[in-house]
């Protein structure tokens, strides 16, 4: 029996639900329900009667799942894929800077784990970070943890007192503007699509910039041959898959080692033996859901 029929029939057995980044391996995407960016996956698989969630994604994603999903068995196939960015930010160290400034409202991006979700006032994602600044009026922020999205919005606000945190992903942030150039000079008329968690100088040579998900809907609307994305590769099996034809071209270095760590039989193994379950404590789950929710009633 191949691996990924394992899967599906250990998924039937948990009645379980699969749940695929947008930057994992293709045959990890393939073998999911749902593949997307980890706060919409979270929020569609709290909205299923499955009874345990497999999310093949880095450590915080299981945690948001958890977040929103609390009767749930949540189970992460590499508990140890970490994310860089979220561990930049440690509840400790947000605590303490909100002491400091009290008077600035925390707005944290939602690649932060459950127990820095306690310490923030509203969460936002990379395709709603701009109504989420703009929710807060004339007030102080301190935006926390990528310096490259908070500065993204920065920019477009800057009658705004925004204070960055010094946060970034690193697979994002080493994607350079020759890189880019390189790129651009193979492809010289590709439509370049570009991800806010890059930096400033690859977001202004940029034709669009946007989310994952926003970055589908442009692609499939924007009549051109060929694109050049400025996002973890993992994100060019599901936008050859929904733009048949279309040519999508990643700089060489956009490799999250951490969500290739991810694979079939890690999956299987997980839905297998009920490993890599998640354990966040009810007060967690309830004081990060809060700056969640305040999120989706601000949109």
């Known amino acids: ?43 569609k698989a709290s909205q299923t009667d499955a009874d345990v969630i497999v999310f093949c994604g880095v450590t915080f994603m299981g945690e948001t799942a958890k977040i929103l999903s609390p009767g749930k068995t949540v189970l992460l196939p590499v508990p140890e ?42 969460c936002c994602t990379s395709g709603n970070a701009l109504k989420v600044v703009e929710s807060v009026g004339d007030r102080k922020v301190l935006f926390v943890p990528d310096k490259n999205l908070g500065r993204f919005v920065s920019n477009r606000y800057p009658e705004k007192d925004i204070r960055l945190w010094n946060g970034c992903c690193p697979i994002h942030d080493r994607m ?8 651009k000079a193979k492809y010289p008329d590709a439509y370049v699509m570009s991800h806010p968690e890059c930096s400033e100088a690859v977001l202004q040579a940029s034709d669009f910039i946007g989310s994952t998900e926003a970055m589908l809907k442009k692609a499939a609307e924007v009549d051109r041959k060929d694109f050049i994305v400025m996002t973890e590769i993992g994100m060019k099996h599901r936008l050859e898959n929904s733009c048949p034809g279309k040519g999508f071209h990643f700089p060489e270095n956009a490799v999250c080692g951490s969500m290739k760590m991810i694979t079939l039989e890690s999956v ?32």
């Open 1 to 43: 029996m191949e691996v990924w029929e394992e899967i599906l029939e250990l998924k039937k057995e948990r009645n379980a639900v699969i749940l695929a980044h947008n930057y994992t391996l293709p045959e990890v995407q393939d073998v999911a329900d749902m593949v997307g960016d980890s706060l919409g996956l979270s929020i």
């Open 176 to 183: 350079t503007i020759d890189d880019l150039v390189q790129l």
């Open 81 to 122: 894929a970490l994310c860089d960015m979220a561990s930049s930010c440690t509840p400790e160290d947000l605590e303490k800077a909100r002491k400091d400034s009290p008077d600035r409202v925390v707005i944290g991006y939602v690649n932060t784990t459950g127990p820095t979700k306690c310490h923030m006032d509203i």
């Open 268 to 299: 299987r193994d997980c839905l297998r033996d009920m490993t890599g379950r998640v354990e966040l404590d009810a007060s967690v789950i309830e004081k990060a859901y809060a700056p969640v929710k305040r999120m989706t009633e601000i949109l």
